[in-house]
T-cell receptor, first 118, second 117 residues
Framework: DARVTQTPRHKVTEMGQEVTMRCQPI?????VFWYRQTMMQGLELLAY????????DSGMPKDRFSAEMPDATLATLKIQPSEPRDSAVYFC????????????????FGAGSRLTVL | GNSVTQMEGPVTLSEEAFLTINCTYT??????LFWYVQYPGEGLQLLLK?????DKGSNKGFEATYRKETTSFHLEKGSVQVSDSAVYFC????????????????FGAGTRLAVHP
């Protein structure tokens, strides 16, 4: 089965440190989403990429978060500096974009990166 | 605005019991509706979907019918198993018109299901 691969699975760091989370989307998928999951807020959309271009990052705190896709096989989410309130599970998901594409809106999620900022 | 409301969990059932997890939504236009499931330690997986009113999505014994008149998409299963224990998320897809346009998934808070032998 094709799957979305995320690393690291778990990360514990101290406040102020830089954190980078990586995602390998499914080969052939042209959209990538980053979600954050917390008990209080549930699943929040942070960023959306299509064909490697960042099209919507309105859900992301711009002062400390950044998201990039250096190539079609890698998406990154960076937090610098990290804060305790960033503690959450971060999910990457990929899919096929476009209304007329069969399977549009069906996302495949990775297993998530659990971040703890002390 | 667009939102999804799910019944609060946890829902605790005995094996072979009937399951209903309620989901209602508010949306402009005609969204597609989804149920995703998250097993412990894993990411979300699509369980079923419906793209228009009166459609019924079904998979692995689970069913949900898109009810436009009641803006609902309740998840049901006739006989649950211990292996169904997971968190279930209702979601809707809305069209975002800026940034070239794309379909954005909006999730409910999730409902935890625990099935005991």
């Amino acid at each position: 089965d094709a799957r979305v691969t995320q690393t690291p699975r778990h990360k514990v760091t101290e406040m102020g440190q830089e954190v980078t989370m990586r995602c390998q989307p499914i080969l052939g998928h042209n959209t990538v989403f980053w979600y954050r999951q917390t008990m209080m807020q549930g699943l929040e959309l942070l960023a959306y990429f299509r064909n490697r271009a960042p099209l919507d990052d309105s859900g992301m705190p711009k002062d400390r978060f950044s998201a990039e896709m250096p190539d079609a096989t890698l998406a990154t989410l960076k937090i610098q500096p990290s804060e305790p309130r960033d503690s959450a599970v971060y999910f990457c998901a990929s899919g096929l974009g476009g209304d007329r594409v069969a399977g549009a809106n069906v996302l495949t999620f990775g297993a998530g990166s659990r971040l703890t900022v002390l | 605005g667009n939102s999804v409301t799910q019944m609060e969990g946890p829902v605790t059932l005995s094996e072979e019991a009937f399951l209903t997890i309620n989901c209602t939504y508010t949306a402009t236009g005609y969204p597609s509706l989804f149920w995703y499931v998250q097993y412990p330690g894993e990411g979300l997986q699509l369980l079923l979907k419906a793209t228009k009113a009166d459609d019924k999505g079904s998979n692995k014994g689970f069913e949900a019918t898109y009810r436009k008149e009641t803006t609902s998409f309740h998840l049901e299963k006739g006989s649950v198993q211990v292996s169904d224990s997971a968190v279930y998320f209702c979601a809707l897809s809305v069209k975002v018109t800026f940034s070239g346009g794309y379909n954005k998934l909006i999730f409910g808070a999730g409902t935890r299901l625990a099935v005991h032998p």
